[in-house]
């Protein structure tokens, strides 16, 4: 049964399946005007939220992370398997987090630190799966949304 925190946050967390079965092409058919390719955001995502389950798992200690090293020059992967790999990563730590969700406990010192932290990886989730979600409609490989009621189900 989950606790009453992953009820909170239950739905906080979806990528409206944004990063699910991506390709190369899906990747590199990105609008050229964007700020940042679907790449950088991937593995930006990646290391934000390596930060922040840090932060999560670690709430006594001061965790320091320079945001602008969090984006990657590369604009593409090089091959399928690496973008793979990037999205394994990204999948698992979405994991690793639905499990430290079930932890909380009210009680428990640092509480409130935990959900703020938790608060705001979702709404930094929510902000980048926008930006990948427009691009990759703009080039033809997302649902537009009068579909997405048959393409998420």
Do not use: C
């Amino acid at each position: 049964m989950p606790n009453q925190f992953q009820t909170l946050f239950a739905g906080s967390f979806d990528t409206f399946k944004v990063f699910d079965n991506l390709t190369l092409n899906d990747i590199n058919t990105a609008p050229a005007n964007a700020p940042k390719t679907i790449w950088q955001i991937l593995n930006h995502l990646i290391k934000w939220q390596g930060y922040q389950l840090a932060q999560i798992k670690n709430i006594d200690k001061a965790i320091i992370l320079n945001e602008e090293e969090t984006w990657i020059n590369e604009q593409q992967p090089a091959t399928q398997d690496e973008l793979d790999k990037a999205l394994a990563v990204f999948k698992g730590q979405q994991q690793i987090l639905a499990m430290e969700l079930s932890l909380f406990d009210e009680k428990a010192p640092g509480i409130s630190q935990k959900l703020k932290i938790v608060q705001d990886l979702s709404i930094h989730l929510s902000f980048h799966v926008g930006e990948v979600v427009l691009m990759r409609r703009m080039a033809g490989t997302y649902p537009l949304p009068h579909q997405m009621r048959d393409f998420l189900s």
